[in-house]
C-alpha cells in the first residue's frame, strides 16, 4: 500500500524543493537568452556555439562533480551549496556584458561547474531529511515534475519577459532566482554529513565514488539504464525541431507542441511512479519504462521509413518517450542512496552524476551527428537499437535477485577509521576514549563471518561473488 506520507510534512524538504524550482525556472530563462546571445554574435554559428556550450556542460559536469562529491564529507554543506548559488548568481549577471564568443565559453564553464558542484552534494541531502522511502520516493517524482513544469513553463515565460524586457535582462533574473534559493537553503535546517571511515587526499577521496559505484552491480545495472535513457532524451532534444519542421514540415508552434506531448508523457510518469514501484520494483519499472521508449523510437524509424508524415503517430510516440525515460530514470536515486554508506552518499550521488551525462556527451554527438549527416531515420533507429543494447547490458549487470544484506567473510587486519566499543568488531581496551564516544586509532579486526546490508566502503572493498567470498 502507497504510503501517506507527504515529503512536504518536512519543511527542509518544503525550502529544498522551492529552492530547486526557483533555480530551474533561472537556468531555464538563461538557456533561451543564451540562444539569443549566440545569434547576437555568432550569427548563423550559433548554432555551432550552442552546440560547443552543451559539451562544455557535460565536461565541467565530468571533471568537477567526482572532486565535489568525494570531498563533500569535510564541507560545511549548506554553506557549500549558498556558496555555490552566490557564484552562479555572478557569473550568470557577468553573460549580459560578454562582446565576444570565448567570454561565453568560459563564463558557461565556470557556472556548469558550480552546478556540478552543488547538484551531486544537494541530491545527497535529501534522502536524509526524508529517511521513509516511500517518501523519498515521492520527493523524487515531484522533483521530476518540477524538471519538466520547467521545460514547458520557462520558454513560455520567457517569451512573455522578452515583450517588455530584452534579452539580456533573462541573465538577470536568473541571477535573481539563485540569489533567491541562497536565501532558502541559508534558512533550511541541513543535517550534519555523516561520519566518514574514509582517510587520504583530494586523489582518493575523488576517485573513491566512481571505483565504488562501478564496483555495484546494481549500479552498473543503473548506468546502463542511464546510458538508454540518453540515448533517446538525446534523440528528442536535438532532432525534434528536425523532424517536426523538415520531415513533417511543420512551423515552430509544432515544435513546441511535440516537446509538450514528450514533457507531458513524463509528468503523467512521475505522477504513477510512488504507486507503480510498489508493485514491480524498481528493476522492473526502470527496465519497462526503457523498453517502451526504444519500441516508440524503433517505430519512429519504421514511419520514416515508410514515407507517411504521422504527425499524431509521432506526437504519440513522443509522448511515450517521455514517459518511457522518466519510468526508467527517476527511481535511480533509491538505488544510489540504497547502495552507499551514509558518510559516502555525496560520493556515490557525485558519480551517478558524472557518470550518467558521460552517456549524455556521447548520445549527443552520435545521435546528433546522424541526425544532421544522414537520413532522419537513421537516428530514429540507432536512439533505439542503442536504447535496447544498453537495456540487454542492463539486464546482465543488475541481478534479478538483488539482495540487500549479504553473507561474507572479512581475514583479519590493522586499519584505523572512526568507531566505538559498541559493536564486537571494535572491542578493545584503551584510555584514550569512553566506549561510547567516536574516536579514531589504529586497531586490530580479527577475522569474522556476518551478515548485513552491504555496501562498498573501506571495509568492503570489493562486491562478494558468492554467499560467504571473503571482501
Known sequence: MTSRI?????????????????????????????????YDLAGDDAGRVLGSILVLKMVAYLVIAPIAGGMAHVLPRRYWLVGLDILRAVIVLCLPFVDQVWQIFVLVFVVNAASAAFTPVFQAIIPEILPDEKAYTKGLSYARLAYDLENLASPALAAALLVIWSFDSLFMANSLTFAISALLIMTTHIPQAAATDRTGGIYANTIFGITAYLKTPRLRGLLAVYFAVSSIGAMI????????????GGSEILTTGFLACA??????????????????????????????????????????????????????????????????????????????????????????????????????????????????????????????????????????????????????????????????????????????????????????THKHRFVIDSHHTRWPMESGDRV
Open 263 to 448: 514533457g507531458g508523457g513524463s509528468m503523467m510518469a512521475a505522477f504513477l511512479i510512488p504507486s507503480l514501484i510498489e508493485r514491480l520494483g524498481e528493476r522492473g519499472l526502470m527496465l519497462s519504462g526503457i523498453v517502451g521508449a526504444a519500441i516508440a523510437m524503433l517505430l519512429g524509424g519504421a514511419l520514416m521509413i515508410a514515407g507517411g508524415a504521422y504527425v499524431i503517430a509521432f506526437a504519440v510516440l513522443w509522448g511515450i518517450a517521455g514517459a518511457g525515460t522518466t519510468f526508467a530514470q527517476t527511481p535511480g536515486g533509491r538505488l544510489v542512496q540504497r547502495s552507499a554508506a551514509d558518510g559516502d552518499r555525496s560520493a556515490f550521488f557525485a558519480a551517478n552524476f558524472a557518470l550518467s551525462h558521460g552517456g549524455w556527451l556521447f548520445a549527443y554527438g552520435i545521435i546528433g551527428w546522424l541526425g544532421s549527416l544522414t537520413d532522419l531515420s537513421v537516428a530514429f533507429l540507432a536512439s533505439g537499437g542503442l536504447a535496447f543494447s544498453a537495456t540487454i547490458a542492463a539486464i546482465l549487470l543488475w541481478p534479478k535477485e538483488d539482495r540487500l544484506e549479504i553473507r561474507h567473510s572479512h581475514p583479519g587486519f590493522w586499519h584505523e577509521h572512526p568507531h566505538d566499543h559498541n559493536d564486537p568488531h571494535h572491542v578493545h581496551v584503551h584510555d584514550a576514549a569512553a566506549d561510547g564516544e567516536k574516536h579514531r586509532h589504529r586497531h586490530y579486526h580479527p577475522p569474522v
Open 6 to 38: 507527504s515529503p512536504f510534512s518536512q519543511p527542509a524538504f518544503r525550502h529544498l524543493f522551492a529552492a530547486q524550482i526557483t533555480s530551474l525556472i533561472g537556468t531555464g530563462l538563461t538557456t533561451v537568452a543564451l540562444s539569443l546571445l549566440a
Open 237 to 248: 532534444i536535438v532532432n525534434t525541431v528536425v523532424l517536426t519542421r523538415g520531415a513533417l
